[in-house]
Structure formats: C-alpha cells, structure tokens
C-alpha cells in the first residue's frame, strides 16, 4: 500500500506538466479566429469585480481567502477559520456590480459561496409606435436590465505546494420581461514554486452547456443556441525585490484576442499598493489601486482607465474570523 507521505507527494510531480498542459491549452485556444465575438451570453462574467484582483490584472497565481472565489477557486484551499468579502464595482454606462463572498474550512478542504450581482440601470425604450402608420419613436419609456450568478465553490490542498479547486455557477438574466438561465463551472490549480516566493496558477472559467436564447417571454424566438464566455487564464509571480511581488497574466476569451498583463504589488504593513499594465488592451490598458489590513479587516480599491468612458471604480471590504 502507498503511504500518506507519497500520496502528498505525487501531486507536486505531476503539478508542472498539468500546469503546462492548461498554458499549452490556452495559447491553442488563442490562434483561432475570434469568431464568436458577439455571440456570447451572460458576457458579464467576464468582468474583474474583485478589487484587489482588478488592481493587479487578475489573480489566477495569488489568488487567496473570499476573493479567490471570483478569479481562481484553488485560492480557497488554504483558508483557515471563516472569511467574508463585499464589492462594488461602478462599471461602465451607469452599471453597478456587486459581490458578496463566505469561505470555511469544511470537507477536508474549504467551501464557499458567492453572488454576483448586475444592474444595468435605467435604460430607454425605443421601437415603433402606431396601428396604422407606424412612426419610430426614440422614448417610449424605460426597462430594466439585471445579470445575476449564484455559485458554490470547493478547494482542497493536494500537498503543501498545489492546490485545486472548482465552481459550479447558476446564472440568469432579465431584460425587460424577458429572461434566460444557464449553468456554467471553473476549474483552477495553484502551485508554489518554493523558490524566491514563485508561484503559478491557472485557471479554466465559464465552461459548460450552450445557452439556449429563447426567452421566457417569446419576444426572441428563433435565435440560436449561445456559448458561454469560456476564458483560460494563467499568472506566474514571485519576488521582484523586498516587499514587492511582480508577475506576468495570460488571458484569453472565448470572443476576445489574447492580453498580457504585466502586475506589481508592493506591501508595506499593513497596507499594499498595486499596479498592472495591459500590454495587449488599449481600450482599459491600466489599472492602480491599494489595500489595507488590520486585525482581520481589510479595505481594497482600483481604479482601472479607459480610452472613451470614465475609469472604472472598485472597492471591496472583508473580514476573517
């Protein structure tokens, strides 16, 4: 029979070559066309809401605690005692997003459950009015628009160096009387180097069963099935110097060319500041933000910059017990 020591040990040495595979992964997916540009649902998904994560361009390698549940479930694993997350994010056009995050030691690994949250605003109604002679009217009143996923999460430490972890999501979206449903499921691996405080993590989001766009209300009747906005993301970091952590993300959509994102975090107890740089996105190719950490409270924001809109605001607060 195996020992427990080589039962925790196995996992390291298979750690580098899975690691490989998902960045091989990733770089096959970014050499075909980006033919599904416009034709994914619940795109929102997509979105940083974590403001320490959107700060520094993604946390697929350092995700950790309560706000590893919105960019790379494996982050969970470690956690010890319960943890809490909120966020607000002021998207773009008048958008709101929020989050709310738990995080408990639980089943040998840790469990958590999460919400996000989205609020399309107020938004004008425009069509054609009229029996006899049709006229296009440009205000006929407004409608409401809201994007919401549920999900549960499980992560488990293979051995003192790798962990993996995974999502499972229920989504819906509501426009107007109109609404759709769907399921979609993550799935990311972290792994310590143990050299000059080098880690690697990789995820795999937003995968599962086409959506089917017929809407509970009949007014979209005839369209076809949509994918979901399946996204492969990896992050290499590690000691640029005392104090400050520097690192290197990956990341492709399914309907979106691929970016690289060079990140920067800087800890000065009890507080951080963070930098990323989107060398492949012009349209938001900068994000700054900083944090705060005292007594088991901590404070994040970002601040992300745009080309034609305002820059995107995020703030997020938790607390470890």
Same mark, same amino acid.
């Given at each position: &029979? &195996? ?78 005692? &319960? ?31 999460s919400v996000v949250s989205v609020n399309y605003g107020d938004i ?75 880690? &690697?993590?990789? $995820? ?6 086409? $959506? ?23 992050? $290499? ?74 820059? $995107? ?9």
């Open positions: &029979m &195996m020992s427990k020591s080589m039962v925790l040990k196995n996992p390291v040495k298979w750690a580098a070559p899975f690691f490989l595979i998902i960045a091989m992964q990733s770089f096959t997916f970014a050499e075909g066309d980006n033919d599904k540009v416009g034709s994914v649902a619940f795109k929102f998904l997509n979105i940083q809401t974590d403001a320490r994560g959107a700060a520094l361009g993604g946390l697929s390698a350092q995700a950790s605690g309560a706000g590893a549940l919105f960019s790379n479930p494996a982050g969970i694993a470690g956690t010890e005692g &319960m943890n809490l997350t909120f966020g607000y994010s002021q998207w773009l056009v008048e958008t709101n997003i929020t989050n709310f995050g738990f995080v408990m030691p639980m089943m040998g690994g840790a469990v958590g459950v004008m109604k425009s069509g054609w009015a009229g029996t006899t002679e049709f006229v296009f009217e440009p205000n006929q009143g407004t409608f409401t628009a809201t994007d919401m996923a549920m999900q549960v999460s499980y992560a488990q430490n293979l051995s003192d160096k790798f962990s993996i972890g995974g999502t499972a999501k229920i989504l819906s979206q509501n426009i107007d009387n109109e609404s759709i449903g769907g399921l979609a499921f993550d799935i990311g691996t972290q792994f310590d180097i143990g050299y000059k405080g080098m880690k &690697m993590g990789a $995820v795999i989001s937003n995968f599962g069963p086409d $959506v089917e766009s017929v809407m509970t209300g009949g007014g979209y009747q005839g369209f076809p099935s949509m994918s979901l906005p399946m996204t492969f993301s990896f992050g $290499v970091i590690g000691e640029a110097m005392p104090g400050m952590n520097a690192g290197l993300n990956v990341l492709k959509q399914a309907d979106m060319e691929q970016e690289f994102i060079l990140n920067a975090e800087y800890n000065i107890s009890p507080a951080a500041l963070r930098f990323s740089y989107n060398l492949n996105n012009p349209q938001q190719d900068m994000s700054v933000g900083a944090g705060v950490n005292l007594g088991g409270i901590s404070a994040n924001f970002a601040m992300t910059l745009t080309q034609h809109f305002d820059s $995107v605001m995020r703030f997020g607060i938790g607390y470890s017990f």
